[in-house]
């Protein structure tokens, strides 16, 4: 059986969420490979909705459940997440990766004075910048820390005086920090957290060895990874299948299948160039039909048109098998509906992403129109739910044709609602 990988292929909240449930009633263990409290996978079942910051969705399915390495976790919202699905009688087996960074106070006062200054990207204040700042200057501190504080306590002075240090100096702001009350806070992350720590890489690898299938799940998009989105108006991971290897520790060989996930139109949240963002009343109409507002931060959402110029840069950077396009449904009864074939630069048609921000801020997106749908009926939903594509509206499913050779990759999975049962199989 197969690892598959499940990425957003556009800013964020494609609906992999979604999608990962629907994939993994077979799972053998689903596993979350970066980012943080700054995530925010919603599923809905039979009329509930839950959300997910950490955990990856299977979870729910009472699937094992890891956090991978390349993770970077804030213990108290992780211990709110499973204390929430357990008043639901959800108790999922959980294992977190040892090396896997944790989130301290100081990580969030540093994302929350950035931002407060005016000058961040638009962040979730949830200390994600700062605490992979801090893993990559060496002075993180990782679950496997927690069994012996004594030793880190150099490493935590450090990292305590470099906050107080930005805190002062950048932000003119004064924390009263020390080295005691964190050490005191990892003793009750320990407490609370200690029994579910171990190795996540060894654990991934003997159940690919075994035959069982694993499902990765991505967090944010391709265009907020690091390297390959909209610098610097991007979280401060990679997002790509590429790092799902990498986050999880197995080799690139042993993932079968990477499941590219993008919305039937567009959405971003925070600041940063957004060629096909729609221009209002269509983007309110949009924004309300489809609940575009931020799952972790109640933020509404930038909106726009599918813009296949970057979904086709996603499709590569990830080497996607198959699409999954979810939120069709929230565009009935706008018409036309327009999809981004290539951006005007300069007079020139260019077909190609640009690495710089404020090249593709001076894009100017070309568009296709297509005839818009109707509200689905009932009785169109059951029967393409049944496996009868063509009982979707015609206009719908030229919709889906068109994006489907725009991006020469299949658009295998369907959502058309946002109950765990309303996806198409195509
Ligand atoms: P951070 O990840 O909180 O540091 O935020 C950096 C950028 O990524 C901001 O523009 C956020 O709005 C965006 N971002 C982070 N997580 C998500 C997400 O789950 N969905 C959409 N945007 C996100």
């Known amino acids: 059986m197969p690892a598959v990988v499940v990425v957003g292929l556009q800013w964020g909240d494609e609906g992999k969420g979604k999608i990962v449930d ?3 009633e077979k799972a053998d263990l689903a ?3 970066q980012g ?5 996978h919603t599923v809905v079942l039979n009329g509930r909705t839950y959300r997910f910051h950490h955990l990856p969705v299977a979870a729910l399915r009472g699937k094992h459940v890891c956090l991978a390495s390349g993770m970077v976790i804030d213990p108290v919202k992780l211990i709110e997440e499973l204390e929430s699905l357990s008043r639901e009688g959800i108790r999922p087996r959980l294992t ?5 960074h944790i989130v301290l106070d100081i990580h969030k006062l540093l994302d929350e004075a950035e931002e407060s200054s005016g000058k961040g990207v638009g962040t979730t204040k949830r200390g994600i910048g700062p605490a992979y700042t801090y893993k990559c200057a060496r002075v993180g501190v990782r679950f496997s820390d927690l069994a012996d504080t004594e030793s880190i306590k150099p490493r935590l002075k450090k990292a305590i005086d470099m906050a107080r240090a930005l805190l002062s100096g950048v932000y003119n702001m004064d924390a009263e920090l020390d080295v005691e009350r964190v050490t005191q806070f990892l003793h009750e992350v320990t407490s609370r957290l200690g029994g579910y720590i171990g190795d996540v890489s060894l654990l991934v690898n003997e159940t690919l060895d075994r035959g069982g299938f694993v499902i990765l799940e991505g967090a944010q998009g391709t265009l907020l990874d690091i390297d390959h989105g909209t610098y610097p108006f991007v979280t401060s991971s990679n997002t ?9 520790g197995i080799g690139p060989k042993r993932v079968d299948e990477v499941i590219g996930v993008a919305k039937a139109y567009a959405t971003r949240v925070g600041k940063g160039p957004f060629p096909t963002e729609m221009e209002e009343p269509v983007a309110s109409t949009v924004r309300e039909r489809g609940r575009e507002y931020g799952t972790t931060t109640g933020r509404p959402r930038r909106v726009g048109w599918f ?7 996603s499709i590569m950077l990830n080497g996607v098998t198959s699409v999954a396009l979810t939120k069709a449904d929230c565009l009935a009864g706008i018409d036309p509906v327009k999809v981004c074939l290539a951006y005007e630069l300069d007079g020139q048609e260019i077909k190609s992403f640009p690495s710089s921000p404020y090249v593709l801020e001076r894009c100017k ?5 297509l005839d818009g749908w ?25 919709y889906v044709d068109f994006l489907e050779s725009l991006l020469a990759c299949p658009i295998k999975y369907l959502s058309i609602g946002a109950e765990r049962q309303e996806t198409v199989i195509r």
């Open 31 to 33: 596993v979350r490979y």
């Open 22 to 24: 629907f994939i993994s």
């Open 36 to 40: 943080g409290a700054n995530a925010g």
């Open 240 to 248: 790509t299948a590429g790092a799902a290897c990498n986050s999880v």
């Open 374 to 398: 109707e509200a689905l009926s009932r009785e169109e939903k059951l029967a393409a739910l049944k496996g009868n594509f063509d009982a979707l509206p015609k206009q719908l499913r030229e």
């Open 307 to 313: 813009d296949a110029v970057a979904v086709r840069y």
């Open 96 to 100: 977190i990766d040892g090396r896997a």
């Open 365 to 369: 997106p070309v568009y296709a129109e």
